[in-house]
């Protein structure tokens, strides 16, 4: 298994696509949600609602982290 390069390890072009991937993930991420609490009809108790909502938000704030970082990256490389 290819293990997943760090930010500082990519190139300038690396960086783009991995940007616009996380980006995409995150997007999935929102929109799954969304969909899963707030248009499906399924009953989910208050325990599995909590759980899930704690779950997304720790993806969402991966995804910003690697996002925010990934920036920062190409930013100091634009200089």
């Not at 997943?4 to 929102?30: A, G, I, R, S, V």
């Not at 969304?34 to 720790?58: K, P, W, Y």
Request: with cysteine; charged share 40%.
């Amino acid at each position: 298994m290819k293990k997943k390069k760090l930010p500082e390890e990519m190139t300038t072009e690396e960086l783009k696509k991995e940007l616009k991937h996380t980006n995409e993930c995150l997007l999935d991420e929102e929109e799954v949600h969304a969909f899963t609490l707030n248009r499906a009809s399924i009953h989910i108790g208050g325990v599995e609602a909590q759980a899930m909502q704690e779950e997304h938000e720790r993806k969402c704030n991966e995804y910003r982290e690697r996002i925010e970082q990934i920036e920062q990256l190409l930013n100091e490389r634009a200089r």
